[in-house]
């Protein structure tokens, strides 16, 4: 069963499926799991203070590979909704999404991956009324991102002054484009879309659409064809 290979999930999950709802905080540490959706994972937040208390992600993979994820909801509330920590992970048709605390200005990103592996089909990744210095998804530390059709990775800020980052890739990672042929991966901000920083990479292609500012800084590169 896959409720012995999670951390604090014994209730929610049963022989790889989430139906409902699950009010618990996620931990996944052993490797050749796929989660079979049409629930959802919320986030459970400990008490929220100014300044504000680090929150626990509602899904973390830790240490784990071959993790698959499909027809899942997971849902931050207003913090952290997916954390990858040395793994590989592969999303289908799942939403990831987090929602900004108003007046706490507390800067955070949907999703965030540290030296690990996500391969993301029809899939989306949302912060909305985001804070300052927010995004969506960062990808961090020798990361690599492979967008494989009709992905969607979004950023909208609390207000037309916040800096947000849809996309930000930084310390030697990559973002590339898939194989398969269809529907347009889309990167989404409304201050900035793109951001390669610290020796990054982007390889992208047809089926690409950007939406907001492309940046490059730090050695980083970005290579483009029938965009």
């Known amino acids: 069963e896959i409720a012995s ?27 050749n799991i796929i989660i079979e959706g049409g629930g959802t994972i919320q986030a459970v937040a400990v008490e929220v203070t100014d300044p504000p208390t680090p929150q626990p992600a509602a899904l973390t993979i830790f240490g784990a590979s071959n993790i698959e994820i499909n027809d899942l909801t997971v849902n931050g509330g207003g913090f952290q909704a997916l954390a990858l ?3 590989q992970v592969s999303l289908t048709d799942t939403d990831i999404a987090s929602v900004g605390i108003t007046g706490l200005g507390t800067a ?3 999703a965030f991956m540290d030296h690990s592996k996500l391969y993301m089909t029809g899939s989306t990744i949302e912060h909305t009324i985001a804070p300052d210095g927010s995004g969506g ?18 950023v909208a800020g ?3 002054d916040a800096e947000t980052v849809a996309l930000d890739v930084l ?17 989404s901000g409304d ?3 793109l951001l390669l920083e610290g020796a990054s990479s982007a390889f992208l292609g047809s089926g690409m659409t950007i939406n907001g500012i492309a940046e490059i800084i730090g050695n980083s590169y970005m290579l483009v064809e029938g965009m």
């Open 137 to 154: 998804l960062l990808v961090v530390n020798n990361s690599t991102l492979v967008l494989d059709n009709g992905n969607t990775i979004s």
């Open 108 to 110: 955070s990103y949907a």
């Open 5 to 31: 290979c999670l951390v604090g999930s014994e209730m929610c999950i049963r022989d790889s499926n989430v139906t409902g709802t699950c009010n618990e905080n996620i931990t996944i540490a052993r490797s």
């Open 85 to 87: 920590d040395d793994a």
């Open 171 to 187: 310390q030697s990672s990559a973002v590339t484009r898939g194989f398969s042929s269809g529907s347009v991966d889309t990167i």
């Open 191 to 193: 201050d900035i879309g």
């Open 158 to 160: 609390v207000d037309d």
